[in-house]
């Protein structure tokens, strides 16, 4: 996930994002990532906070037009009540929603979340995946890293990995039909046994 947003160093081969290749300055404002700890300033206001990334993404914008922005964020994860608190005085789950609150800023293409609801409560990680939800609705692509598999549950296509190896990649009705199985976590235990069936029969014919 790194690589595909341009952070990862040393990374061999060639991976192009939207036409380009990762990390090409064209793409700053046409991704957006959220890592799985909240990547803020804890002694500034959630409005500071979007105002400072806001003005770094794109530093020619209007002021008018990103405090426009600034308001669109804070309003899609629900944090206009809480936009003059301290990021340091807010709950982990708030300030995992002011995180994603920075990765919204322009209107990205793709959005790039790692474990975007680690941690969280129930109502939240079901609210913010109503919130996911909606940016796929306006346009935008999503790639959601997740060890939960109710939450692999909710997404439209599956890259299932193990031990850095891909298993299966489908949609969670194929991948619940390929293995007779009732839910994405079955599905995913026998993908997993059957691969580490097979290892071991090649190791036992060598």
């Known amino acids: 996930m790194r690589a595909i947003v341009g952070t990862q160093a040393k990374v061999t081969g060639t991976l192009d994002v939207l036409g380009h290749p990762a990390g090409h300055p064209a793409l700053r404002t046409r991704i957006g990532y959220v890592t799985q700890a909240p990547s803020v300033y804890d002694d500034l206001t959630v409005r500071q906070n979007l105002d400072y990334f806001a003005a770094i993404l794109d530093p020619a914008q209007p002021a008018p037009d990103r405090r426009a922005d600034v308001d669109r964020v804070l309003t899609d994860v629900d944090l206009t009540h809480h936009a003059d608190a301290l990021a ?8 995992s929603r002011v995180s994603l609150a920075v990765a919204l800023l322009g209107t990205p293409e793709l959005l790039v979340l790692d474990e975007p609801t680690v941690g969280l409560d129930p109502v939240l990680r079901r609210d913010l995946w109503n919130l996911f939800h909606t940016l796929a609705e306006r346009g935008a692509t999503l790639l959601v ?3 939960v598999m109710d939450e692999a549950e909710r997404c439209h296509r599956l890259l299932l990995m193990r031990d850095g190896e891909i298993l299966a990649e489908d949609t969670p009705d194929a991948l619940r039909a390929r293995t007779g199985a009732d839910t994405v976590e079955t599905a995913f235990l026998h993908l997993v046994d059957q691969a580490t069936n097979a290892a071991r029969a090649q190791e036992t014919t060598r």
């Open 145 to 147: 890293s997740s060890h």
């Open 88 to 95: 340091g005085n807010l709950s982990g789950g708030q300030r």
